[in-house]
């Protein structure tokens, strides 16, 4: 028996458990939800487990690493970049991803509409991020007064939102002013919600939520 397999498997029930319970008297069912297994740091391998036990959602912060895990996936894995964008990383990015759920630029924005012309492949899906810190920190992301001028001039389809809870404040309220910036806007879709809060973040109606260290384990002992 193959021990890390078994760990990952019974992570990722436990992690099934935890978004079933949470969506309970929410009235909406876990086919609403996509849940992204995040796999930075974690090698290949991992991946390929997860992959044999069903997941198909994937999400990487980098795109050196994403750049080469994704072509040894099977094609019906789906590829999300969260991380933050180089502008001179887009076209490699671009080529490996299927979801970006980073875009926080206008400049970036052209460049990924630059390539979307060029290819005939499927559209590929944007979240733009939004950045509910205070200003001395930056994650990345637009801040929520930037949102709508944003999207009148931004070149590409955007079909949802998304955040990292900031430190300082309740997640619950983080994420429900991101619903509610959302709906105000007419986008349907809200990444939100980690390991340490997707919980709330389902409450709040996250549609997807990105989930690595309770799935694989704290990062922080691989090193
Ligand atoms: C790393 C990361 C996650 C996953 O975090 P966990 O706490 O390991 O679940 C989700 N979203 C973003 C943007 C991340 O960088």
Redesign the pocket.
Known sequence: MNQRRLEIESNLVEVEKRITKALEGTGRERDEVTL?V?T?TYPVEDVFLLYDLGVRNF?E?RDQEGAAKAPQLPNDASWHF??QIQGRKISSINEWSDVI??LDSLDHAAKFARLEELSSEKAREFFLQINLESAAEH?GGIAKEELESFLESCPVTISGL?V?APLEVDPYSAFSTLSALASDVGVTKLSMG???D?EVALKAGATHI???????G??TLLA
């Open positions: 992204i995040v930075k999400g912060n969260q991380g759920h980073s994650r998304m990292v980690m390991s340490g997707f990105r989930v690595g260290s309770s799935i694989l704290s990062r």
